[in-house]
């Protein structure tokens, strides 16, 4: 009797390990989907003070604009976009180009996690966004005005089209006015977002900001 209990005694380490490997499999693997889909929510990268992109996190694809056939006027020859939204925007102010709405100003692309390093040392606290947290570094995101804007960008011509097509090329008003208790960022008439046409679409008639979209579909 003696010597079985030994052995049963000898068997059950064994076995809580195992268990315990298995565990932590299950844990980690649960842990890997949770940070996966905090940041991705299924195909929609969301990128907030709340999520932020890591330092390494550089959008692979990236074009210069200044040496894409491009239908709208860069403010620097070194603005960066992910591929697939060069060409949605392309493809949108070309369009806009035929609808005769010329005069586009894109000003900002990607930012990198040490240009948002530098920008953030350099401003008043609340003034930038902590590294990481800038929507730019997606390479999904570009800041745009008329060539013919004295400052107020939502009082143009171009505006009032961005307004009307944007998502017809998947392209969305990221930060809307009296949403930023939501988004954390106040009124960027500027500033839009790449997500699709699909998403695009369902965002702007639900009049709803990225976080509320993507958190009703979750
Ligand atoms: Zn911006």
């Known amino acids: 009797m003696a010597k079985k209990k030994r052995r049963r005694g000898g068997i059950r380490p064994l076995a809580l390990i195992v268990a315990l490997a298995v565990l ?33 996190y550089v ?8 040496q894409m056939r491009h239908s709208f006027r860069l403010a620097k020859s070194d603005i960066y976009l992910t591929r697939e939204t060069y060409e949605a925007a392309e493809k949108m102010f070309h369009a806009a180009e ?15 996690y040490e240009r948002q390093k530098e920008v953030y040392a350099q401003s008043k606290p609340g003034e930038a966004q902590e590294p990481g947290a800038s929507e730019h ?6 800041d745009v005005t008329a060539e013919s804007s ?17 998502h017809e090329y998947g392209f969305i008003q990221r930060y809307p006015a009296n949403k930023s208790d939501i988004t954390g960022i106040s009124y960027e008439p500027w500033h839009y ?14 009049g709803l900001t990225l976080e509320e979209f993507i958190e009703k579909n979750r």
């Open 98 to 112: 035929e609808q005769g709405m010329n005069g586009f100003y894109i000003t900002s692309g990607y930012r990198s």
């Open 193 to 206: 977002r790449y997500v699709g046409v699909e998403a695009a679409t369902r965002i702007r008639e639900s």
């Open 137 to 142: 570094q997606t390479g999904l995101s570009f």
């Open 24 to 56: 932590g499999g299950v844990f980690g693997l649960g842990w890997y989907c949770g940070v996966r889909s905090t940041r991705y929510h299924g195909k929609i990268l969301l990128v907030n003070a709340e999520h932020r992109l890591p330092a390494d």
């Open 150 to 166: 004295s400052g107020n960008f939502e009082e143009t011509e171009q505006y009032g089209w961005l307004m009307a097509h944007a």
């Open 59 to 66: 959008p692979e694809g990236l074009v210069n604009l200044y």
